[in-house]
């Protein structure tokens, strides 16, 4: 398949060694752009990451924010010619179709799976990671997670037994928002993006205004930290091709964490006030011994009401 032209190899050097991730491009300003990836991608940087387009620009890359419960990081990076990819204006909904996309340990490839359900990093935090049935490689922790309009429905975070999950793109929205603003909008078209489908040309779309953004503004402001080489045309040496793919990470049992999609993109969502599942367990065999002690807890209340009414 050919590559998504807004979706990028990281590369990050590490002690003895470098790791793969991907990326997504998902807004320019002036001379920067702007990659969102996973914060475990670039956690380990021993230096500045690289980040290459499918067309060979190459950038160094600097860090500019992190969440490490949501696993998010931006990048900032010089300017390539491509159209960033907006956010979806909505959260996905459990049977629509989405596709990931990645570079692994090599080539670039994107599959496709139905949504099936939310989940979440923790029991301490609300179930806002959108998952789908496909299976995501090592190398591929980072990249994006599309809808079926080309937008940005979440960023990949971690694979498990055949289905990958990702903050969706209400939770990356949030995440932005302070880098750049417009990003907090409700919709995509607010950030002043036309919507990127795959193979758009660079002219077909306009980027956005300088007065949306404020990450070149952070960078000016730390001249001796910006980016530390320029940006140059390549494909990458044999060496980085070998690096070592950046392990995804493995997502949480589902018996921890069981959702339906978020009421609104970037609200503070909770599950329905009363979830059979979520309450019973997941399997049969959890329900019917949840059923058995909820029997049994009845039956001791009746008991102890019958004591104390005979002793009165």
Request: net charge neutral.
């Amino acid at each position: 398949m050919r590559p998504h032209p807004a979706v990028v190899r990281v590369i990050v050097p590490e002690r003895g060694s470098t790791s793969y991730g991907s990326g997504t491009l998902v807004d320019v300003c002036g001379e920067y752009g702007l990659v969102v990836t996973n914060w475990h991608v670039v956690c380990d940087a021993a230096g500045p990451p690289t980040v290459v387009f499918p067309d060979g620009f190459r950038s160094a890359a600097q860090v500019v924010k992190v969440d490490r419960d949501w696993d998010l990081a931006a990048l900032a990076i010089w300017k390539p010619s491509v159209v960033p990819v907006p956010l979806a204006p909505r959260a996905p909904r459990p049977g629509e179709k989405l596709s990931i996309a990645g570079y692994g340990g090599g080539p670039y490839r994107q599959v496709a799976g139905a949504c099936t359900q939310y989940v979440a990093p923790g029991r301490s935090h609300p179930m806002e990671m959108v998952e789908l049935a496909a299976s995501a490689r090592q190398g591929d922790s980072g990249g994006p997670i599309f809808n079926n309009q080309g937008e940005l429905a979440g960023v990949l975070f971690g694979e498990g037994h055949g289905r990958t999950a990702g903050s969706y793109c209400g939770r990356v929205r949030q995440f932005l928002a302070s880098v750049v603003p417009a990003a907090g909008a409700p919709a995509a078209a607010a950030t002043g993006h036309l919507a990127a489908q795959p193979g758009s040309p660079p002219q077909a779309s306009a980027l956005a205004a300088e007065s949306n953004t404020d990450y070149s503004a952070f960078l000016a402001s730390r001249p001796a930290a910006i980016l530390e080489s320029q940006a140059t045309v390549g494909a990458g040496s044999d060496a980085e091709r070998s690096a070592r793919p950046t392990p995804l990470r493995t997502l949480p049992p589902r018996q921890e964490a069981f959702g339906e999609a978020p009421a609104e993109p970037g609200g503070a969502w909770e599950p329905d006030s009363f979830n059979f599942r979520q309450f019973a367990g997941q399997t049969r065999l959890e329900q019917f011994k949840t059923i058995l002690a909820a029997v049994g807890a009845l039956a001791l209340v009746g008991y102890v009401c019958r004591v104390l009414r005979n002793r009165g």
